[in-house]
């Protein structure tokens, strides 16, 4: 048995540690999952809508109880994390309220069309669905698998990061609460390492991921080998185009909060800047001194923006990122030193002079680090945004009409926000292309992502 440690990142000190399941446990649970199913499946969506709303009554009502326990173990701050928790309350309201539409039996064509008296389609759910999830929103992350989930019929098998262990026992202790039955929603307390046996499992029918693009080419690989579906939600690299025509102020000010976003440890955060020489200086201006008055400190305080990164780990892994960037003549326009003092804080940077040749310009940086490029035009503005593996959201500001439509043809991304940040919301679509995976959560298709669209054809 090993032990599953929840370290503060603000501080770097060990506060609790979990024992992780054997492998007799795990079985236990995959087995009363199945059993659950069996039953769970024919259960009314009225009652599945009664304890999805109760979910939600105490994800608001304890929503300052859970958002301490949030910044306390990824260090995102408290108030993001407060909100975090009604955000999540909403997404269960809304696949409450909406399960019994989405699941409707559809009638793609006339019965006389197909030689039938009736044809329609229904989807009913697959089985026990296994999701590994990440530390960066870990309740968001999985509430917007979880509810559709549980609403479609299916149930739920959580092996969530392991640096937020407290979360992902109040996860399945949240679902018990609101009425779900024992065995609807399981959270399992494992490593890595056994994933590969729990997806093998010819008990557990799919499986989804939100994580690195590592993680998601394994998972993808063995379920690709037993035959199950899968939703993969990897990393992000997404532009943020400004054109003349944008309100550049609004620009820069919406840059900086997304490249903060949850201390910049955030998928759909925007991370490279791209700004038409037209109005380049005084984006960069305005955008730099917005990234300078971004407060770091304790994730507790309400006045602080930007809390540490997760881990000793990320930062360095950060840092690693910039020093190569400048080593081959990137320039730093502001930040790029860790502080001193404990935790592991990194400042808001922004980076300008980024070139192929630097790591920074292929991969994901996963902390509060902006790269900054100067384009001529929309056609070499589309080109360096796409200019990535990577194709989760992106974002064009822009009040002309014509170059509004060219970036929603041309950018190669799941998400494109005009004159707006990205963001997820349970009433659209949300995934990505490319590297950053494919499937979609949220919205009607997330909901329907592991159902089985049964062709009913009656004679």
């Not at 770097?12 to 540690?17: C, F, P």
Request: proline content about 6%.
């Amino acid at each position: 048995m090993t032990t599953i440690a929840m370290t503060n990142p603000a501080t770097g000190e060990v506060e609790q540690t979990f024992d992780s399941l054997t492998g007799e446990e795990v079985d236990r649970r995959i087995a009363r999952a199945a059993q659950t199913f069996a039953s769970y499946r024919n259960t009314p969506l009225e009652q599945r809508a009664e304890w999805m709303n109760a979910a939600a009554d105490i994800l608001a009502r304890e929503a300052d109880q859970i958002g301490a326990m949030l910044t306390a173990e990824m260090g995102k701050t408290l108030k993001s994390a407060v909100a975090e928790a009604h955000k999540c309350a909403k997404a269960c309201r809304f696949y409450a309220e909406h399960a019994a539409e989405f699941l409707a039996d559809r009638r793609p064509a006339e019965p006389g069309d197909v030689g039938a008296s009736d044809a329609y389609v229904r989807y009913q759910p697959l089985g026990p669905v296994l999701a590994v999830m990440p530390w960066n929103f870990p309740l968001w992350q999985v509430i917007r698998f979880a509810a559709p989930g549980l609403m479609a019929g299916n149930v739920g098998l959580l092996k969530h990061s392991s640096n937020v262990p407290r979360t992902a026992l109040f996860l399945e202790e949240l679902f018990r609460r609101a009425g779900f039955p024992e065995g609807a929603f399981q959270t399992l307390l494992i490593g890595s390492a056994e994933v590969e046996r729990v997806l093998r499992d010819p008990r557990v029918k799919a499986a989804t991921l939100t994580g690195s693009e590592p993680a998601g080419r394994s998972v993808a690989s063995i379920a690709g080998d037993e035959i199950k579906p899968t939703v993969l939600e990897l990393g992000g690299s997404d532009p943020f185009v400004v054109m003349p025509s944008a309100d550049i102020e609004e620009a820069a000010r919406t840059a900086a909060e997304s490249r903060c976003l949850n201390n910049g440890q955030s998928c759909i955060s925007a991370k490279r800047f791209i700004a038409d020489i037209g109005c380049a200086d005084e984006f960069e201006r305005l955008f730099v001194a917005n990234m300078r008055t971004q407060k770091v400190g304790d994730p507790m305080d309400d006045s602080t923006d930007v809390g540490p990164l997760v881990s000793e780990d990320a930062r360095a892994g950060v840092e690693e990122l910039v020093a190569d960037a400048v080593a081959k003549g990137a320039t730093v326009l502001c930040g790029g030193e860790r502080p001193d003092g404990p935790g592991w804080f990194y400042p808001p940077t922004v980076i300008s002079g980024v070139t192929p040749e630097m790591r920074m310009y292929h991969e994901e940086v996963f902390g509060p680090v902006a790269s900054l490029f100067r384009v001529r035009g929309v056609s070499e503005a589309v080109e360096v945004a796409n200019a990535t593996g990577f194709g989760l959201g992106s974002n064009a500001w822009t009040r002309d009409e014509t170059e509004r439509e060219r970036f929603v043809r041309e950018l190669d991304a799941g998400q494109v926000f005009v004159n707006g940040k990205t963001t997820s919301y349970p009433e659209l679509p949300f995934g990505g292309v490319k590297r950053s995976g494919y499937g979609r959560e949220l919205s009607a298709d997330g909901l329907l992502a592991f159902c089985n669209a049964k062709t009913v054809w009656v004679g």
